[in-house]
Structures are given as C-alpha cells and as structure tokens.
C-alpha cells in the first residue's frame, strides 16, 4: 500500500508542477473519487455511509 501512495504522491507533484495548481486540485479530487469507487467495488463501503441519517438524542 505504500508504493500506491508514492505514485499518488508522485502523480499529485507532477500535476502540480507542470500543470500548476488547478491541475493540482483537480488530479487530487479525481483520485479521491477513484479511491471512493474502488472501495465500494471492494465491498469495504456502503453507499448507507454517506447517506445514513444521525439519529437525535434528546
């Protein structure tokens, strides 16, 4: 799992240094999405972890 997050790092530091900080941004937020994905491919997300509601307590 570290060599993923080297490339991620490295892949962010390319982006950014030759697309600047919009390419940045915008190769973060797409491996986030992709990180989102993949965890649900793997079944290790549901998609009632975003959208669960909080019950109150009172």
Known sequence: MAVVGMIAGMALAFAGYFGG???????????????VV??????????GDFFRVRERRR
Do not use: H, I
């Open 38 to 47: 993949g965890r649900f491919l793997d079944g290790d997300m549901d998609f």
């Open 21 to 35: 900080f919009g390419a940045f941004v915008l190769v973060a937020a797409l491996g986030a999405v992709g990180f």
